[in-house]
């Protein structure tokens, strides 16, 4: 987007102005038009970024919406039209025609697309609600494939998987027929995007993962550290944050922006709203917006909606117009963060700043016991067998050998065995480190694997130092 032109007023002081007082006006001109960008998307590309909207294609024809849009946008999400049931409301029939207005709407006038998403266990079709097994896991291959091909040159990033953690303590992945065709679903639906689409940015998206103590944070990091140690092509996380009295803004906010970034990921704030109203909400938007520009690698933000009446939480008021496309006390807040900011700048350190500087990533495997170690595993189940995969983190000490012992429910019996040598085949087992990788760095992580016949529920190894 381009900058806007200097008010009249000042070209009319200017015009009137003696010589001398002509090279200060200038200058003056020059410094106030440098400083204030007057929209969300002129400001933000000033520091790099981006900021976006949710747009829904039925509003495309509603002047007073599509005014805010083309003005203050320079990023676009299609709200729902580029979701499974949008795209492939019949196996192997797709209907872009929605998703390709957005998308026409958006590149004619220079802004971005992100693309909104390809593999989710909600808003599937009816046709895939009822498949399973390697056949759904077959058609949503095809699926991404297929989507990804069509935008290709079209959309920089996508939200390749959306939602794919619990909610609560557990950490765990959320049940859901893609889950159930193998832990290795996310990854793979990662692969296909690159394949079809090596230029667009593949985010994984998802909401409560803004609080960097929760576990579903810490699981979703756990993720992305894992992909990217292993070469699963992964470009970016996207925190959709939705905040709420329920779901609030969290103070650690920027602590996880930092983390998340500091795994080599960018990091996008995909579907921004804030309930509320008056200065709170518009303080916390402040926040948030100062969160993103002190972090180098989130470059983009994307508020879920337009006006309040746009929002599906319309009744919280959670946006940046009311009803009537005026823009609230949030709006400004955004602005003037955007315009004052200091992107990628640490906060200051100075007493009495509350904001806690972004971190290294600490471990989030903790190693309990400081020196020891510890071991989490994942299992990719199917019908009668399972494939674990257990990693081994160092604690505050480099290791020099490691054990894990686990117990396997009754009827599993493991078949094979890798990266470890193994001792026992059901019920107590044991795997010590081979040759080549009992020596771990302080903090640093080694995996071996195992197959099984039977069910892989409730394993819960444990790691001692040897
Ligand atoms: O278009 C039909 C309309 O014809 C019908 O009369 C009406 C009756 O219910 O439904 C309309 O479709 C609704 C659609 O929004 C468009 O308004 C769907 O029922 C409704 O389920 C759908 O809700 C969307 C929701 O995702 C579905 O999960 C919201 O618009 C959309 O904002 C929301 O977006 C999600 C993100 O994709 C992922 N993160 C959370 C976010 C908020 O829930």
Same mark, same amino acid.
């Given at each position: 987007?381009?900058?806007?032109?200097?008010?009249?007023?000042?070209?009319?002081?200017?015009?009137?102005?003696?010589?001398?007082?002509?090279?200060?006006?200038?200058?003056?001109?020059?410094?106030?038009?440098?400083?204030?960008?007057?929209?969300?998307?002129?400001?933000?590309?000033?520091?790099?970024?981006?900021?976006?909207?949710?747009?829904?294609?039925?509003?495309?024809?509603?002047?007073?919406?599509?005014?805010?849009?083309?003005?203050?946008?320079?990023?676009?999400?299609?709200?729902?039209?580029?979701?499974?049931?949008?795209?492939?409301?019949?196996?192997?029939?797709?209907?872009?025609?929605?998703?390709?207005?957005?998308?026409?709407?958006?590149?004619?006038?220079?802004?971005?697309?992100?693309?909104?998403?390809?593999?989710?266990?909600?808003?599937?079709?009816?046709?895939?609600?009822?498949?399973?097994?390697?056949?759904?896991?077959?058609?949503?291959?095809?699926?991404?494939?297929?989507?990804?091909?069509?935008?290709?040159?079209?959309?920089?990033?996508?939200?390749?998987?959306?939602?794919?953690?619990?909610?609560?303590?557990?950490?765990?992945?959320?049940?859901?027929?893609?889950?159930?065709?193998?832990?290795?679903?996310?990854?793979?639906?990662?692969?296909?995007?690159?394949?079809?689409?090596?230029?667009?940015?593949?985010?994984?998206?998802?909401?409560?993962?803004?609080?960097?103590?929760?576990?579903?944070?810490?699981?979703?990091?756990?993720?992305?550290?894992?992909?990217?140690?292993?070469?699963?092509?992964?470009?970016?996380?996207?925190?959709?944050?939705?905040?709420?009295?329920?779901?609030?803004?969290?103070?650690?906010?920027?602590?996880?922006?930092?983390?998340?970034?500091?795994?080599?990921?960018?990091?996008?704030?995909?579907?921004?709203?804030?309930?509320?109203?008056?200065?709170?909400?518009?303080?916390?938007?402040?926040?948030?917006?100062?969160?993103?520009?002190?972090?180098?690698?989130?470059?983009?933000?994307?508020?879920?909606?337009?006006?309040?009446?746009?929002?599906?939480?319309?009744?919280?008021?959670?946006?940046?117009?009311?009803?009537?496309?005026?823009?609230?006390?949030?709006?400004?807040?955004?602005?003037?963060?955007?315009? &004052?900011?200091? !992107? +990628? #700048? %640490? @906060? /200051? $350190? *100075? =007493?009495?700043?509350? &904001?806690?500087? !972004? +971190? #290294? %990533? @600490? /471990? $989030? *495997? =903790?190693?309990?016991?400081?020196?020891?170690?510890?071991?989490?595993?994942?299992?990719?189940?199917?019908?009668?067998?399972?494939?674990?995969?257990?990693?081994?983190?160092?604690?505050?000490?480099?290791?020099?050998?490691?054990?894990?012992?686990?117990?396997?429910?009754?009827?599993?019996?493991?078949?094979?065995?890798?990266?470890?040598?193994?001792?026992?085949?059901?019920?107590?087992?044991?795997?010590?480190?081979?040759?080549?990788?009992?020596?771990?760095?302080?903090?640093?992580?080694?995996?071996?694997?195992?197959?099984?016949?039977?069910?892989?529920?409730?394993?819960?190894?444990?790691?001692?130092?040897?």
């Amino acid at each position: 987007m381009s900058r806007p032109k200097a008010r009249p007023v000042k070209r009319i002081a200017f015009a009137v102005a003696g010589a001398g007082a002509i090279a200060a006006c200038v200058s003056m001109v020059l410094a106030t038009s440098a400083t204030a960008a007057t929209t969300l998307g002129a400001s933000a590309a000033e520091k790099g970024r981006y900021f976006g909207a949710a747009v829904a294609a039925n509003k495309l024809s509603d002047t007073a919406y599509t005014t805010i849009l083309n003005r203050e946008f320079n990023s676009v999400t299609p709200e729902n039209e580029m979701k499974i049931d949008a795209t492939e409301p019949n196996q192997n029939q797709f209907n872009y025609t929605n998703a390709d207005r957005i998308v026409s709407h958006a590149r004619s006038r220079g802004m971005q697309v992100r693309g909104h998403t390809l593999a989710w266990h909600s808003q599937q079709p009816g046709w895939m609600q009822n498949m399973s097994g390697s056949a759904l896991r077959s058609a949503m291959l095809n699926h991404v494939t297929q989507v990804t091909t069509h935008f290709r040159g079209q959309v920089v990033a996508w939200d390749v998987v959306n939602e794919a953690f619990a909610d609560g303590s557990s950490g765990a992945r959320r049940d859901s027929n893609l889950q159930r065709t193998g832990n290795d679903w996310i990854e793979a639906a990662f692969r296909a995007a690159r394949a079809a689409d090596p230029n667009a940015k593949l985010c994984y998206n998802d909401y409560n993962t803004d609080d960097w103590t929760h576990a579903k944070t810490q699981a979703v990091y756990n993720m992305v550290r894992d992909f990217k140690s292993r070469g699963v092509p992964i470009d970016c996380v996207g925190l959709q944050s939705h905040f709420n009295s329920g779901s609030p803004y969290p103070s650690n906010y920027r602590t996880t922006l930092s983390n998340f970034a500091a795994l080599g990921v960018d990091v996008q704030i995909t579907e921004l709203d804030i309930e509320g109203s008056g200065t709170t909400q518009a303080n916390t938007y402040r926040n948030v917006v100062n969160d993103c520009l002190a972090v180098a690698r989130c470059n983009g933000i994307t508020v879920w909606g337009i006006r309040d009446t746009d929002s599906w939480r319309a009744s919280g008021t959670p946006l940046l117009f009311d009803g009537s496309g005026n823009k609230k006390p949030a709006y400004e807040a955004v602005l003037s963060a955007l315009n &004052t900011g200091n !992107p +990628t #700048t %640490p @906060p /200051p $350190t *100075t =007493p009495g700043n509350t &904001t806690p500087p !972004p +971190t #290294t %990533p @600490p /471990p $989030t *495997t =903790p190693p309990p016991g400081g020196a020891g170690c510890s071991a989490t595993v994942s299992v990719n189940q199917w019908t009668g067998g399972f494939v674990a995969t257990v990693r081994v983190t160092a604690g505050s000490s480099t290791l020099t050998g490691w054990t894990v012992s686990l117990t396997l429910p009754g009827g599993a019996t493991i078949t094979n065995a890798w990266n470890a040598n193994r001792s026992g085949n059901s019920g107590a087992v044991s795997f010590t480190n081979v040759s080549y990788n009992g020596s771990v760095a302080a903090g640093q992580s080694t995996e071996f694997g195992f197959q099984a016949n039977g069910t892989g529920s409730g394993l819960t190894p444990t790691c001692t130092a040897r």
